[in-house]
């Protein structure tokens, strides 16, 4: 139980609340019986009386302890401090009885081994030991000072043996409780295990179709598109046709880097390589390799950064993202329309906005968005804002969305100020 406090924490909560909210009901009787077999054995009116005066204080701990339950009470310090309410109240029961040898006896060790089994191995059965070793000395010694009751030997065995079924019954209670909070915990241990083997399972389900589709793609007419372009830009005819194939072998080798994160993803996300990096500048690269992808669309694309943002960050992760949701911000806007990637300052760090004017997304929509192979478009994967969305998690940031049906969508990443440089 010390590997899983919560559970130790809760049952005894549940002790604590269950057992005090009835153990008036519970005591009344059992004092009024354990008098009435004193009287009859014997123990003088005197004593009765003093052991009435004990029990009814102990009636009132429990009453005060209930009412500090419904304040609010932290219920594991109410059970502690009341169980050391009623080992202190044992002891002048057990000395107007006869001390150990008494007949009460029984319910001093009852009141300990209760303790012992709801705290466990914790501090505070330690105390409660400690404070019943002390005791045991000082009831002797009270006991011999104020004289031992003749008490009748039969009347005597009837007190003893229900002041065991007591302990018995209090001992019962906690068990049985004790034993719900480990079928609870068990209960709750499996089905979480469930759960994951099940979140497993799909998402293994899931890399499967990811690895055979992308592969299916992109992988076999990589090879030839990139040893063409390669050729055609080694004997360029003009500046403009030298640079569109510069950016096209550069989109090429970043799709072969996606598809190598695809076909891995079931392994962890391999570590950042962060070096001190201008934002603004990633945001420009990004919006100037989209530039004629946007032409074709007959999109505008526009950047609106300050001169410098510099945050501690993996340039070509962050790049990669940002190219992503920029490239599904210019497939959903209409012709004529306008992309606007800004960029931010801001006390939590920094923010990248990529605002289109599309049709948006319903609710139902946004909520499903970054889920694999969720998609709007008809040739879309859903891929690229999984992908985002992780490169934003991993820098310790967020990407988040916001959309309305016929408004457009606001795509948002945010990086903590904990990782500027």
Same mark, same amino acid.
């Not at 009859?40 to 009453?63: E, Q, Y």
């Given at each position: 139980?010390?590997?899983?406090? /919560?559970?130790?924490?809760?049952?005894? /909560?549940?002790?604590?609340? $269950?057992?005090?909210?009835?153990?008036?009901?519970?005591?009344?009787? &059992?004092?009024?019986?354990?008098?009435?077999?004193?009287?009859?054995?014997?123990?003088? #009116?005197?004593?009765? %009386?003093?052991?009435?005066?004990?029990?009814?204080? &102990?009636?009132?701990?429990?009453?005060?302890?209930?009412?500090?339950?419904?304040?609010?009470?932290?219920?594991?310090?109410?059970?502690?401090?009341?169980?050391?309410?009623?080992?202190?109240?044992?002891?002048?029961?057990?000395?107007?009885?006869? *001390?150990?040898?008494?007949?009460?006896?029984? /319910?001093?060790?009852?009141?300990?081994?209760?303790?012992?089994?709801?705290?466990?191995?914790?501090?505070?059965?330690?105390?409660?030991?400690? !404070?019943?070793?002390?005791?045991?000395?000082? !009831?002797?010694?009270?006991?011999?000072? !104020?004289?031992?009751?003749?008490?009748?030997?039969?009347?005597?065995?009837?007190?003893?043996?229900?002041?065991?079924?007591?302990?018995?019954?209090?001992?019962?209670?906690?068990?049985?409780?004790?034993?719900?909070?480990?079928?609870?915990?068990?209960?709750?241990?499996?089905?979480?295990?469930?759960?994951? !083997?099940?979140?497993?399972? =799909?998402?293994?389900?899931?890399?499967?179709?990811?690895?055979?589709?992308?592969?299916?793609?992109?992988?076999?007419?990589?090879?030839?598109?990139?040893?063409?372009?390669?050729?055609?830009?080694?004997?360029?005819?003009?500046?403009?046709? %030298? $640079?569109?194939?510069?950016?096209?072998?550069?989109?090429?080798?970043?799709?072969? =880097?996606?598809?190598?994160?695809?076909?891995?993803? $079931?392994?962890?996300?391999?570590?950042?390589?962060?070096?001190?990096?201008?934002?603004? *500048?990633?945001?420009? $690269?990004?919006?100037?390799?989209?530039?004629?992808?946007?032409?074709?669309? =007959?999109?505008?694309?526009?950047?609106?950064?300050?001169?410098?943002?510099?945050?501690?960050?993996? %340039?070509?992760?962050?790049?990669?993202?940002?190219?992503?949701?920029?490239?599904?911000?210019?497939?959903?806007?209409?012709?004529? /329309?306008?992309?606007?990637?800004?960029?931010?300052?801001?006390?939590?760090?920094?923010?990248?906005?990529?605002?289109?004017? *599309?049709?948006?997304?319903?609710? #139902?929509?946004?909520?499903?968005?970054?889920?694999?192979?969720?998609?709007?478009?008809?040739?879309?994967?859903?891929?690229?804002?999984?992908?985002?969305?992780?490169?934003?998690?991993?820098?310790?940031?967020?990407?988040?969305?916001?959309?309305?049906?016929?408004?457009?969508?606001?795509?948002?990443?945010?990086?903590?100020?904990?990782?500027?440089?």
């Amino acid at each position: 139980m010390r590997r899983f406090p /919560s559970y130790r924490l809760e049952h005894t /909560s549940r002790v604590a609340t $269950e057992w005090l909210a009835r153990r008036v009901q519970v005591v009344v009787p &059992h004092v009024t019986l354990q008098l009435t077999l004193l009287h009859f054995a014997g123990l003088p #009116h005197a004593r009765l %009386a003093a052991m009435a005066s004990v029990h009814a204080l &102990h009636i009132a701990t429990l009453l005060y302890w209930q009412w500090s339950l419904r304040r609010g009470a932290d219920t594991a310090t109410v059970a502690f401090r009341s169980n050391l309410a009623v080992m202190a109240l044992h002891a002048p029961l057990l000395v107007l009885t006869g *001390g150990l040898p008494g007949p009460l006896a029984p /319910s001093l060790l009852g009141v300990l081994t209760g303790s012992m089994v709801a705290f466990g191995r914790s501090a505070r059965s330690w105390i409660t030991l400690g !404070i019943t070793v002390a005791l045991v000395p000082t !009831i002797a010694l009270a006991s011999h000072a !104020i004289g031992l009751p003749r008490l009748s030997a039969a009347w005597a065995s009837a007190v003893a043996a229900e002041s065991v079924l007591f302990s018995v019954l209090m001992l019962a209670t906690i068990v049985m409780r004790l034993t719900g909070a480990y079928e609870a915990a068990g209960e709750a241990l499996d089905a979480a295990r469930t759960e994951l !083997i099940d979140d497993a399972q =799909s998402r293994a389900r899931s890399l499967e179709s990811v690895g055979a589709r992308v592969a299916h793609e992109l992988k076999n007419p990589l090879a030839a598109i990139k040893a063409l372009v390669s050729l055609a830009a080694s004997t360029p005819r003009e500046d403009k046709r %030298a $640079e569109r194939l510069r950016i096209a072998s550069e989109e090429i080798e970043r799709m072969e =880097s996606l598809l190598r994160a695809y076909l891995e993803f $079931e392994r962890p996300l391999e570590a950042l390589q962060r070096a001190s990096v201008d934002l603004a *500048g990633i945001a420009s $690269e990004a919006v100037a390799l989209l530039g004629d992808r946007a032409s074709l669309a =007959s999109v505008t694309l526009a950047l609106d950064a300050p001169d410098e943002v510099r945050l501690s960050l993996d %340039a070509r992760r962050m790049k990669s993202a940002i190219i992503d949701v920029v490239s599904n911000a210019i497939e959903a806007s209409p012709r004529g /329309s306008t992309v606007t990637v800004q960029v931010h300052r801001a006390a939590e760090g920094a923010r990248v906005d990529v605002v289109d004017q *599309g049709r948006g997304m319903a609710p #139902h929509e946004l909520a499903r968005l970054g889920t694999a192979f969720f998609t709007t478009r008809e040739n879309g994967t859903g891929l690229g804002v999984v992908l985002a969305r992780l490169a934003a998690t991993q820098h310790g940031g967020a990407l988040t969305y916001e959309s309305e049906p016929g408004r457009g969508t606001r795509a948002r990443f945010t990086l903590p100020a904990a990782e500027a440089a």
